[in-house]
């Protein structure tokens, strides 16, 4: 099924379950905070001896100018930005902020690629992870995704939703809405442009408990 165009998500705020901003890259957390205007320049001064700073000013080069997001907690918004990864939108060309409709959901979203991470790295039972709730608005029309076929909700495969995520931002979608794969009935939301966020906001923490196997707490930290 195509996709359709909603004129708000369905839910506000979303949520996402991530480290502190700056845990990366952490000599650009207060630059971003400060003056994103000033980015670039830095990131090409600090490039020249700072592999992760190299990177982000490759990540950055693929966001025009007015895509950049301006205003408080930069540094929340921005990360996903400066530091791509490969996920369900993409490949890691470019960046993805992705926040879900409920914590429950956020959770499960995060415990799953988390749980892959400590399963991968053999880590001993009782290690924890611990990360920040953040809330966020996106005040742009949103791509709903949520009846579209089932190929781009392979549990592992991204190829398909990789490749409709490249179709969506080179066709100007700041955002889209789909089905969570890690919870059934939830709903999550993939961001595109960071200058659609607005009022990103840092709640309590949580933590992640694996037991040698699988991630089977989320607890908030008192």
């Not at 207060?30 to 992760?52: F, I, K, R, Y």
């Not at 690629?113 to 991968?120: E, P, T, W, Y």
């Not at 190829?159 to 100007?172: I, K, N």
């Amino acid at each position: 099924m195509a996709p359709g165009l909603v004129t708000a998500p369905p839910f506000l705020p979303a949520l996402r379950l991530a480290g502190r901003p700056g845990a990366e890259v952490a000599a650009l957390a207060a630059l971003v905070d400060g003056d994103p205007a000033d980015l670039a320049s830095m990131l090409e001064v600090l490039a020249v001896t700072d592999p992760v700073a190299r990177d982000a000013a490759g990540a950055l080069a693929v966001l025009p100018p007015k895509a950049l997001y301006h205003g408080p907690s930069a540094a929340a918004v921005m990360m996903p930005f400066l530091c791509p990864r490969s996920s369900r939108f993409t490949a890691g060309r470019y960046g993805v902020l992705y926040g879900a409709e409920s914590t429950d959901t956020a959770a499960a979203e995060v415990s799953y690629h988390h749980a892959r991470r400590l399963r991968a790295a053999a880590a001993p039972s009782g290690t924890n992870v611990v990360l920040s709730l953040w809330s966020f608005h996106v005040g742009s029309d949103v791509v709903d995704l949520r009846a579209h076929d089932a190929s781009i909700y392979h549990p592992d495969d991204y190829t398909a939703s990789q490749a409709l995520g490249v179709e969506l931002r080179d066709g100007g979608a700041a955002s889209v809405l789909y089905a969570s794969v890690r919870r059934v009935g939830g709903s999550c939301l993939g961001v595109f442009i960071p200058r659609v966020v607005d009022h990103m906001e840092k709640g309590d923490d949580w933590r992640l408990v694996w037991n040698g196997t699988t991630i089977n707490e989320v607890l908030r930290v008192a």
